[in-house]
């Protein structure tokens, strides 16, 4: 028999049995951690005194040769070896002779796959760390030049407050702080080394896992076989992180859509990041920010589809597990690709701060501050909502806006109207006035750009 496992077997597996148990076509993925992952293995494999020094040698050199190959493109894999771990064994005795079949005492491909995974995500997910941050730090760019700038507020999608721009954009600045947070904690969970857990049951040989974890820059080891070979569920919590990291993506992503419009017109997102119409010359499609919207579906699907696989399984390892990987590299590289878009799209944006000056001067999101300026001359809140509802009616029957009222009008409603009330209508003056922790005023906005600075780095 061909398969390095085909001992037990008298018939050659049908070609189509071939076709859907092999996983080559995307585990493939895995091939530098796969070999990472050996190298650890043989080191302590010879340490312990299983094999022999000298074989412990040559492996390690073989496998060096097999990863040199790797990073230049020359490694052809088979599906007739099924996965990445058998390629690589294969590559490894084509190179250095049967000593090559040392190489997998003392593990099993089920403890061997769950600490390519583990590795993998270690990896990526670090990338994806720094990639969070060059957003936010694009984020900050953005707003420390705008913590002037006036925008209106909007709750249902409806003009509420004048709030900062600043103020708005690092509302995403700290919902990704949060992600970091998720995504860093999820690193605990990730850094431990199933490798030693055998196909279920542990091994026999007297191997070392402390040592092959510390050699591959684990902090801990499973302490249960069976645990070891069938958890997923850091993949999952990944996939759950990266999920609201995608859902944080795509509210942004709905923004720049919104602001960039012909209807708002408060932002234009550089050219590199669009596309045009191939009927209508006219048009500037934000297809960047649409796709990053619609691609937060296919990771919501990935973290869905691994739940589904995972909700009926028997301990320990089952065949259904091997549709673990593709949600999870596709995830990966959904993740970084977005972010790797979304920093310089922000950077680059231009701001159209005349244009939002203009809106927030042409709503009635001021109203709010002339109920507070009525309580501050004694007038009980409830009483002087009823009092500027009238006006806002009123206003809105004149065609008017607050600030073109005047004095005798404002009279009509109530008396104790004063001159100040136009200061007090200013948008400016009405973010200004915001000047509780956590607010739009732009003395607020600068001390939590100072301290989004801070927890940057």
Not at 347 to 375: G, P
Request: some cysteine.
């Amino acid at each position: 028999m061909s398969k390095l496992w085909g001992g037990r077997f008298t018939k050659e597996t049908n070609k189509l049995v071939e076709e859907l148990t092999a996983s080559i076509s995307f585990d493939q993925k895995l091939a530098n951690e796969d070999i990472d992952g050996s190298l650890a293995h043989v080191q302590m494999l010879g340490e312990c005194g299983i094999i022999s020094t000298e074989d412990a040698d040559k492996i390690k050199e073989g496998l060096q040769k097999v990863k040199t190959k790797l990073e230049n493109g020359e490694l052809e894999y088979s599906v007739a070896n099924e996965d990445i771990h058998m390629n690589v064994e294969k590559f490894l005795i084509d190179e250095i002779g049967p000593v090559g079949g040392k190489l997998h005492t003392g593990r099993s491909r089920n403890d061997q796959v769950a600490t390519d995974m583990h590795l993998y995500l270690k990896n990526h997910t670090k990338d994806i760390i720094s990639l969070v941050e060059a957003v936010q730090g694009a984020i900050i760019s953005q707003a420390e030049k705008n913590i002037e700038t006036i925008i209106p507020g909007y709750t249902h999608l409806q003009r509420a407050q004048p709030v900062s721009f600043a103020h708005h954009l690092m509302a995403y600045f700290w919902m990704l702080e949060r992600d970091k947070g998720r995504l860093v904690d999820s690193l605990e969970r990730v850094n431990w080394l199933p490798l030693g857990a055998g196909a279920l049951a542990g091994t026999t040989f007297p191997i070392n896992r402390e040592r092959v974890a510390e050699l591959l820059g684990f902090e801990h080891v499973y302490p249960n076989s069976m645990d070891a070979v069938s958890d997923r569920d850091f993949i999952l919590e990944f996939l759950s992180t990266a999920s609201i990291l995608m859902m944080h993506i795509s509210r942004l992503s709905e923004e720049l859509v919104i602001w960039s419009s012909q209807e708002f017109q408060f932002v234009e997102l550089d050219d590199s990041f669009c596309t045009g119409s191939s009927i209508m010359p006219q048009k500037k499609n934000p297809d960047v920010p649409e796709l990053l919207r619609a691609k937060t579906g296919r990771v919501y699907g990935n973290l869905m589809g691994l739940l589904t696989v995972l909700k009926g399984l028997p301990l320990a390892y089952n065949k259904d597990m091997q549709e673990d990987k593709e949600g999870m590299f596709d995830t990966v590289e959904t993740l970084e690709g977005s972010l790797q878009l979304l920093a310089p799209m922000i950077e680059t944006m231009f701001v159209n701060v005349e244009n939002m000056a203009k809106a927030v001067n042409n709503d009635y999101s001021n109203a709010t501050d002339i109920a507070d300026y009525l309580v501050t001359k004694g007038l009980p809140f409830r009483d002087a909502h009823e009092v500027i509802g009238k006006i806002v009616l009123y206003a809105i029957e004149q065609k008017k806006f607050l600030l073109d009222l005047k004095m005798e009008e404002y009279e009509k409603f109530s008396s104790l109207f004063e001159e100040d009330i136009y200061k007090v209508l200013a948008p400016a003056h009405v973010m200004g006035a915001r000047n509780s922790y956590g607010g739009t005023s732009p003395v607020q906005v600068k001390e939590q750009i100072e301290l989004a600075k801070k927890n940057l780095g």
